[in-house]
């Protein structure tokens, strides 16, 4: 049995041993326990003590012995969810601290086509809710197929993300579909674009994406790098009509 999802929900070694021997013998005194587990007595007795406390066993007084047993495993679920609630109360203020933390510039790479496609997921995962990109090539429908940009770019709709893009001239008719759907404006052009590259920016997060038959791309991390890129962007897009 794969225990470690119990060491995930912050139990001890001697305390899943003991638990898992509950488990078996069933409502049971602490001397059974110790002669089952082969743990020391005190061992078990600070195990007994905890997972009470973490509400894992229960225990009853059968005349001046105490008798121990666990509790439903389905129950189990039940402090996950606990867990969870209590973090969701904090994310909040986490963030917040986050956010607030002096950040230090962040390069990150990403390889091949599940490396890119991760790469991309991630510059929806903003705050931002402004979406430039440029270069966009033909090589990248190539090479990721028409399913999956369909499947993006409603993702990115669906998260209220607006975009502006421009695309090279040989992607007109991707643009002209994208050009009809909401929070997108496209625009194509021929003039000095290399054909294998993509940059994109959203929020503080710029992705250089090269689209060669192995595609990688760079993650950069940095306020004043991706508003240097924004503004490089702005520039180009006053440019074409």
Same mark, same amino acid.
């Given at each position: 049995?794969?225990? +470690? ?5 912050g139990?001890? /070694? ?17 001397g059974?326990?110790? @002669? #089952?587990?082969?743990?020391?007595n ?7 003590h905890?997972?009470?406390?973490k509400?894992?066993?229960?225990s %009853?007084?059968? /005349? ?9 495993? #389905?129950?189990?679920? +039940? ?8 973090? *969701?109360?904090?994310?909040? @203020?986490? @963030?917040?601290t ?5 950040q #230090?510039?962040?390069?990150s ?5 599940r /490396? ?11 705050? +931002? ?12 429908h ?21 975009? *502006? ?22 625009k194509?052009?021929? #003039? ?8 994109? $920016?959203? /929020?503080?997060?710029?992705? %250089? ?10 993650? $950069? @991390? ?5 508003? +240097?890129?924004?503004?490089f ?9």
């Open positions: 049995m794969d225990t +470690s999802i119990l060491e995930d929900l139990l001890t /070694g001697a305390e899943i041993k003991v638990f898992l021997t509950l488990l078996e013998l069933g409502s049971s005194t602490a059974k326990v110790v @002669e #089952k587990s082969g743990l020391q005190a061992v078990v007795h600070r195990a007994f905890s997972l009470a406390q509400g894992f066993i229960t %009853i007084l059968e /005349g001046k012995v105490n008798h121990y047993q666990t509790v439903e495993p #389905k129950l189990l679920l +039940s402090f996950i969810d606990e867990k969870k609630e209590r973090l *969701q109360k904090i994310l909040p @203020e986490l @963030e917040a986050r956010i607030n933390a002096p #230090k510039p962040q390069a790479l990403f390889q091949g086509i /490396g890119v496609k991760e790469l991309l997921n991630l510059m929806l995962d903003t705050h +931002s809710k402004e979406y430039y990109a440029y270069g966009g090539p033909l090589r990248a190539e090479l990721f197929g028409d399913f999956f940009w369909d499947s993006f770019h409603r993702q990115r709709i669906h998260k209220k993300i607006k975009a *502006q893009l421009l695309f090279h001239a040989k992607l007109r008719w991707w643009a002209n579909q994208l050009n009809k759907r909401s929070l997108t404006t496209v194509t052009t021929s #003039k000095d674009f290399e054909e294998l590259t993509e940059t994109i $920016i959203c /929020g503080n997060r710029v992705a %250089i994406i090269i689209y060669l038959d192995k595609p990688f791309g760079f993650l $950069i @991390e940095e306020p004043q790098t991706a508003k +240097s890129y924004r503004k962007f702005e520039l180009i897009w006053k440019q074409n009509k």
